[in-house]
């Protein structure tokens, strides 16, 4: 499952042959399914806040991505304390 949240910034919008493009902020995560069950422990994430998306009007597919220099968020499942 691939997730991406995206903030655009309005003033970056371009269209043109069938395409949209646009600057803003985006994350954006992969999650593998588990074969073992249970809760995942780890979560990765990429951030930027000048990435890039591309939306393919007609085909309605997009695809989007982060400069080399984005930032790697590790988000760690916390045990509660007992």
């Known amino acids: 499952l ?5 903030k655009p910034v309005a ?3 371009r269209e ?4 949209v493009s646009f600057e803003g902020e985006v994350v954006y995560t992969r999650m593998a399914a588990k ?3 249970g809760a995942v422990p ?14 393919d009007t007609v085909s ?3 695809n989007g991505g982060c400069p ?3 930032k790697v968020l590790e988000l760690v ?3 509660p304390k007992k």
């Open 2 to 6: 691939e997730v991406f949240w995206v």
């Open 11 to 13: 003033e970056t919008r």
């Open 16 to 19: 043109e042959y069938g395409f």
């Open 35 to 37: 074969s073992s069950g």
């Open 42 to 55: 780890v979560l990765l994430a990429r951030y930027c806040d000048r990435g890039q998306v591309l939306i």
């Open 60 to 62: 309605q597919s997009f």
């Open 68 to 70: 080399a220099d984005s």
């Open 77 to 79: 499942r916390v045990q």
